[in-house]
Structure formats: C-alpha cells, structure tokens
C-alpha cells in the first residue's frame, strides 16, 4: 500500500516561515524522484519543487526559487519543503508526489508537472495572512 502524508501545514503570516513534511510507505523510497505540487481554489495544480531520488538534483519553480527548499531523508523516507518569505500568494493545498528517479531532471527543461508522477498523497493546506 503505497503512502505518501504531508502535514506541516497552517496560518502564517507574510513574510514568516513554515516547514512542511512528506512521510512515504510501500514503495521503493530511494528509486524515486519526491516533487511538490499546489493548488489553489480556480486554479490548476502547479509544480512548486522537485528532488532526485538521491537527493542531489532540485528543481524550482520560478516562483518558489530563493524562497523554497526541498530536501530528503532517504534513512526516514520523508521529504521536507522549507518555506520562507511567505507570500499570500502562496495560499494552497500542498501535495507531495512521487515519480521516475530521473524527473526532476526532466523537469529542469520541460517544466514540472502533475501527470509526470505516479504516487499522490492528500494535501495539507497552507494560509498566508496577517
């Protein structure tokens, strides 16, 4: 039974902090590529941030790059996005996903998307307001 469980999500204000957690189960932790996905009320799930399955290869979008960091765990088998300078326009449901090893190099020229990965788990969501 594959499992993916973000949690970390809250009320933050502008310009503050907040570190989400992607815990994962039955599956292969190491093999995959771990991305981060948003989603907002009228708008398409949009990709925010990518690490390869050695954790070496990132990737941002460009509106979480110098903001946003992801990083893994393989040991734990979760993954973190550390969200600082947080802006309203931030204000989604966050989704963790996993996909082929090699997709956050893809994504590096074709962009991230939802449909490139295979595993999905529930959002937690994430407020940004004073």
């Known amino acids: 039974d594959v499992q993916l469980q973000a949690s970390g999500g809250g009320l933050v204000q502008p310009g503050g902090s907040l570190t989400l957690s992607c815990a994962t189960s039955g599956f292969i932790f190491d093999d995959y590529a771990i991305a981060w996905f948003r989603q907002a009320p009228g708008k398409e799930r949009e990709g925010v941030a990518c690490?390869?399955?050695?954790?070496?290869?990132?990737y941002y979008a460009d509106t979480a790059k110098g903001r946003f960091t992801v990083s893994r765990n393989n040991p734990k088998n979760t993954v973190y996005l550390q969200m600082n300078s947080v802006k309203p326009e931030d204000t989604a449901v966050y989704y963790c996903?996993?996909?082929?090893?090699?997709?956050?190099?893809?994504?590096?020229?074709?962009?991230?998307?939802?449909?490139?990965?295979?595993?999905w788990g529930k959002g937690t969501p994430v407020t940004v307001s004073s």
């Open positions: 690490v390869g399955s050695s954790g070496e290869r990132k």
């Open positions: 996903a996993a996909g082929p090893a090699r997709r956050c190099t893809v994504a590096a020229t074709s962009g991230l998307y939802y449909y490139g990965f295979d595993y």
